[in-house]
């Protein structure tokens, strides 16, 4: 038995019928857009519990400046 009575070739049916609709360079565009949603939710409820807590505020600040650091250094390997 797999997930509430679904086992794993169902899934992997699924996925394949998935894939087949979709295609791989759309769902990796979704995944990616998924993602960033997620990220940005992430980001908003640090800004949001910094801006309760003023101490908090500097160190979101400083954490956000590290990660547009790393966003460059990856984009320019």
Partial sequence: MGFGGISIWQLLIVLAIVLLIFG???L???GSDVGGAVKGFKKAMKDGEAAANPEKLEKADEESVIEGEATKEKEKS
């Fill in 24 to 26: 791989t360079k759309r």
């Fill in 28 to 30: 990796k565009n979704m």
